[in-house]
């Protein structure tokens, strides 16, 4: 952190727009601000996490997919410490909720010269862009509404025009020092005038993004790349802003973030699979275990770990060090991380963690009576350093906890397979002491020593006969944590055939 950073408190937004469903591009957008907030906390003068809600656009914003973006948030545990539900100095939160506001602002803009109506029509627009682009000239707005007369304006109006209200860029280059990628200049050309109200009066995202910016006082814009061509105007505006009395005249330092791409060197869209946050949550992935995993996409905290804990981030987050190279996702290397995370937990926080997915799956009540609830407690370190999500332990652990009138063999065990069954089902019967060590000792006694046989032959069939599968947790715990009969009835009914 340099040190104008660390004297500076930070005010930093995180504000989507309730659109369709959460996606990780959207989440790794919220960490990083997050973790610049939290770290400024405990390290700068101060640092605030604002949680804002961009619901201007009512043909595509919906209430389902507002719950939808808390719901997330609270599922990934980010606090904030302004927005919905928390309030605070600059509330409303919801864009929806702050129109008059928008329109008393672009009303200001107007009335000091720094916008103006603009008549064009889509068609004429279009036509203008397409003579640009044949003589080789950039397209974008030209300028022919900038200086209209009284009598031009009467002609539009009674032609029954509508006006956009249309920003006034100034004529010079407008360079920035980006927090991620370093100085950039945009040349006047390219960055032409641009509407910050629609016909129909409604407001723009040119216009109320930049407002809430200015009137929430946020310090630090870190938002993803492809917002990057916005920043100039965003910038020329705050300065217009401040000199119609809306925000401190501080212009926000900007950071743009390198794209998340899919299959394909694709950037990630929010309609790809492997896109939709809450998809990751039902898969069984840990909030914790996603976030360290979207935290390595432009970021790392050292050059030789990849496993981490959110404390951890926010112990050492520095946006400079943000790689602006696009990063690329990678659906295996996040299981692992999250496997990783897994493994992480006490096995007591594994088991509150996995009860809603055995629930989900029938095997366990809600709540857990005290037998299943002890079962689980003895069950869960024989599969904690095999599991990579939760949605594994019904498969895992599902053969402890099924009634016996419903439990069946997943996996298909040949006639060979059965009479080293039978073989074990003889040796176990003779066991006096059901535990793991006698078990043990029975087993390898008749199938290793007594058949000859490798301890993959010789342990798989049984393994199948007692969980029914042939991928399960340590065998001879798992016949102990089963019981003498449960286990002894599973072996005769593979063994029934040969004996």
């Known amino acids: 952190m340099t040190d104008a950073l660390r004297d500076q408190a930070v005010r930093v937004r995180f504000c989507p727009s309730p659109t369709g469903s959460p996606h990780v591009g959207l989440a790794r957008t919220a960490l990083f601000n997050w973790a610049f907030a939290r770290h400024h906390q405990l390290y700068g003068a101060g640092g605030t996490f604002v949680f804002r809600i961009e619901d201007t656009d009512a043909a595509r914003d919906s209430e389902e997919s507002y719950e939808t973006l808390l719901e997330v948030m609270r599922w990934l545990g980010f606090t904030w410490d302004e927005g919905p539900e928390v309030g605070g100095p600059h509330a409303p939160y919801r864009q929806s909720q702050r129109m008059e506001l928008y329109a008393d602002v672009a009303r200001r803009l107007h009335e000091a010269g720094r916008a103006y109506h603009c008549y064009c029509s889509t068609e004429e627009l279009e036509e203008r862009n397409a003579a640009a682009r044949a003589a080789g000239r950039a397209p974008g707005y030209d300028g022919h509404c900038r200086e209209l007369d009284e009598s031009q304006v009467a002609a539009y109006t009674a032609e029954g025009r509508k006006p956009v209200l249309r920003f006034r860029m100034p004529d010079v280059a407008i360079t920035f020092d980006d927090l991620v990628r370093g100085e950039i200049t945009f040349q006047p050309e390219n960055v032409p005038d641009f509407a910050l109200v629609r016909a129909n009066g409604h407001p723009l995202y040119t216009l109320v993004n930049p407002v809430d910016d200015a009137s929430m006082e946020i ?158 407690d003895a069950a869960v370190p024989l599969v904690h350093e095999r599991m990579n999500k939760l949605t594994e332990a019904p498969e895992l652990l599902g053969f402890l906890l099924v009634d016996e009138d419903e439990f069946a063999l997943v996996d298909a065990i040949d006639e060979d397979g059965r009479a080293v069954v039978a073989a074990a089902l003889a040796a176990l019967e003779a066991v006096d002491t059901w535990a793991t060590e006698a078990i043990d000792e029975a087993l390898r006694a008749a199938l290793i020593e007594g058949l000859g046989l490798k301890p993959r032959l010789a342990f798989g069939p049984v393994r199948v006969a007692i969980t029914g599968r042939r991928i399960s947790p340590p065998l001879f715990e798992s016949l102990e944590l089963l019981g003498r009969d449960r286990a002894l009835g599973r072996l005769r009914a593979v063994a029934a055939p040969v004996r």
Do not use: C
């Open 219 to 376: 310090t630090h814009v870190l938002r993803g790349e492809d917002l990057l061509s916005s920043t100039p105007r965003q910038i020329a505006l705050y300065d217009a802003l401040a000199e119609v009395g809306v925000g401190t005249g501080t212009v926000p330092r900007f950071g743009h973030l390198p794209y998340v791409m899919g299959q394909g060197n694709k950037k990630l869209s929010k309609r790809d699979p492997e896109a939709n946050l809450l998809g990751y949550r039902d898969a069984g992935f840990l909030p914790e275990g996603l976030l360290n995993y979207l935290a390595l996409l432009g970021w790392a905290i050292a050059d030789d770990r990849d496993v981490f804990s959110m404390a951890e981030m926010v112990e050492v987050f520095d946006i400079a060090r943000v790689n602006p190279n696009p990063a690329r996702f990678d659906l295996k290397k996040a299981e692992a991380i999250n496997g990783s995370q897994l493994r992480l937990l006490a096995t007591s926080e594994l088991a509150v963690r996995i009860t809603p997915y055995l629930q989900s799956a029938g095997l366990i009540a809600d709540p857990p009576t005290t037998e299943q609830a002890a079962l689980l």
